[in-house]
């Protein structure tokens, strides 16, 4: 049996973007409401992941915060103060939409430290596989600036540090319905780095994640975008692993993966008009744990990103952490609801973004004339 690792802190259940609607904060025509997204839903989960004893595949580790070096991989210094400054103060916004209290800052280090400290230990052997469950989210920061409640880019500093250590290719796969705009420029130009993001078609950020974006330079080939249409459910994503991901990582060989294991393309979320279900992140979870069985020894880290259903997220993150510890799918009381839905199948407009990729994208095109 592969070994496991949970990584999680108490204070990064303490990190709150504050009072708004939705992710709105208050002010003009917004009256006060808890927001989603706050960090006592992640505590749910993890009390789920308890109490049905899945918990017990995993050793559970504390993370240290990460260093100022650290995070000069990615970040720049104003971008580390501005975060530092604003989360001392007692709150407001670190950057566009990215909204903060007293203890984000140190919220914000931990769920680095984590990624990097649970990419080291697999890389080092003491682990195979590793579960980060951290909060702030970090796939939107950009290396100066927090957006969309990323403060710091967690699993490119991760990706950073295992280069630093002497990983030559890394992968690092995106299943958050939103498109990871700061992974992808953290490693645009970077040959060593495959960045791959499976999310809605033009959702978030306005623009962004678009299959004629693949890199440039020395890194022209590996970004790898699949926007999948609104819609979207299970079978449309496995599909997208099946068909794009498995060959373009096949065809990149990585020595790491990382996964920014976001929950928001659920059929249950406020923020992503996708049609996913626990099945599918346990499908999703369980291909890349082969994956990396055959590409890297077995080295996948998981890292918490989105997800904002307070009733179906605990689900899903016991769903993904069963699936990384071997178990079979969880009872989902929520699946009646999703599950017999149209959307589930795989359809036609879904599958022509998933043909264009693999005729067009540099990567598998490439694969396909060495095969
Ligand atoms: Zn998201």
Redesign the pocket.
């Known amino acids: 049996m592969p070994s496991l690792a949970w990584y999680s802190h108490e204070i990064c259940y303490w990190h709150d973007p504050g009072m708004g609607s939705g992710y709105v904060p208050v002010g003009p025509g917004v009256e006060p409401l808890r927001q989603f997204a706050v960090d006592p839903d992640l505590r749910r989960a993890e009390g789920l992941v308890r109490a049905t004893g899945v918990i017990e595949s995993y050793t559970q580790l504390t993370p240290e915060p990460a260093t100022d070096d650290e995070l000069l991989l990615v970040h720049t210094p104003e971008h580390i103060e501005r975060v530092e400054a604003t989360s001392a103060l007692g709150g407001g916004d670190a950057g566009v939409f990215a909204h903060v209290n007293y203890h984000s800052a140190r919220a914000a280090r931990l769920a680095v430290g984590a990624c990097v400290q649970a990419a080291d230990a697999v890389l080092d052997g003491r682990f195979d596989r590793a579960y980060c469950l951290v909060r702030p989210?970090g796939?939107?920061a950009e290396p100066d600036r927090a957006m969309?409640?990323c403060l710091y880019n967690n699993l490119a500093v991760a990706a950073r540090t295992a280069q630093r250590r002497g990983a030559r290719r890394v992968l690092v796969l995106d299943w958050?319905?939103?498109h990871g705009n700061g992974i992808q420029r953290a490693f645009y130009d970077d040959p060593d780095v495959l960045y791959i993001s499976i999310?809605q078609d033009g959702l978030?950020p306005p623009g962004s994640g678009t299959v004629r974006e693949t890199g440039a330079g020395a890194g022209a080939g590996t970004t790898l975008n699949i926007p999948l249409p609104a819609g979207s459910g299970h079978e449309a994503y496995l599909a997208a692993m099946r068909r794009i991901v498995g060959p373009a990582a096949r065809a990149f060989g990585p020595e790491l993966l990382l996964v920014a294991a976001?929950l928001?393309a659920s059929g249950h979320d406020p923020?992503?008009r996708m049609m996913a279900t626990s099945r599918t992140f346990h499908a999703m979870t369980s291909f890349l744990c082969e994956l990396a069985e055959e590409l890297t020894g077995g080295k996948v880290v998981f890292a918490h990103?989105?997800?904002?259903s307070a009733w179906y997220q605990p689900t899903l993150v016991l769903a993904t952490a069963s699936a990384i510890a071997g178990l079979p799918a969880p009872d989902d009381p929520f699946l009646h609801s999703l599950e017999h839905l149209p959307g589930q199948r795989v359809q036609r407009h879904q599958t022509r973004v998933l043909e264009h990729l693999a005729a067009h994208h540099p990567l598998l095109a490439r694969a396909a004339v060495a095969s």
């Open positions: 989210p796939h939107h969309a409640l958050d319905v939103h999310h978030f976001g928001d923020m992503g990103e989105g997800g904002y």
